[in-house]
């Protein structure tokens, strides 16, 4: 399966550290299945798949979620047995071509690179947005650019994770005081530990 090439831009104003950076960390071996193998044995993995999960799981067949960063599409089998559609954005080639192995029908599938602070969508395109494991590679302004990109692109629920605590604490103040209108916080579950949250926002009907 191809998937569209729309340009990333790395953010200019943060200094881009070889390594260490989002944009450049989920290549060759950090990518695909050497990615999952190290993680989704993990107590954090699987609290948080089952938490997301259980937040996505009341949407009716044929909805949109956009996944963004999708990675190697850890919840593509999620999205396909409950018969969603989905949009996996991710800013790593080398992920996205993991990701594409794991379509079980292209159908229902669109996959592109993009930038999740201008995400290449129109307004209220998707009916779920997931934000997993990325602010912590976003500034605290990225952060916010971000979430109201998602507020922008989606119809019904976002997903975020934050830790508001260790090395790149995001506090839900951040999300919470920049909530468009309309727009609540209805879920705020710890994940593996209390500082890692999973936040769910919810747009009135």
């Not at 009916?127 to 109201?148: G, N």
């Not at 710890?190 to 009907?205: A, S, V």
Request: glycine share 8%.
């Amino acid at each position: 399966m191809s998937f569209e090439l729309l340009d990333y831009e790395p953010p200019i104003e943060r200094p881009q550290i070889p390594g260490t950076s989002g944009a450049r960390k989920y290549t060759g071996d950090q990518s695909g299945d050497g990615y999952r193998a190290k993680r989704e044995g993990s107590e954090k993995w699987k609290v948080e798949q089952k938490i997301i999960e259980d937040m996505l799981d009341g949407m009716p067949m044929g909805h949109w979620v956009l996944d963004i960063p999708c990675g190697e599409g850890r919840f593509f089998d999620f999205y396909h047995k409950k018969g969603f559609c989905f949009r996996g954005v991710d800013i790593s080639p080398d992920q996205l071509n993991a990701a594409a192995k794991r379509v079980k029908d292209p159908m229902k599938a669109r996959l592109m690179m993009g930038n999740i602070c201008a995400m290449p969508l129109q307004e209220k395109s998707v009916d779920a947005t997931v934000m997993c494991r990325i602010t912590r590679w976003l500034s605290p302004d990225e952060c916010v650019t971000a979430f109201k990109e998602a507020q922008r692109v989606t119809r019904d629920r976002i997903i975020v994770t934050a830790n508001k605590g260790g090395v790149h604490p995001r506090p839900l103040s951040l999300f919470g005081d920049n909530l468009e209108p309309g727009w609540n916080l209805a879920k705020d579950v710890p994940g593996y530990i209390n500082d890692y949250r999973i936040l769910m926002f919810k747009r009135n009907k």
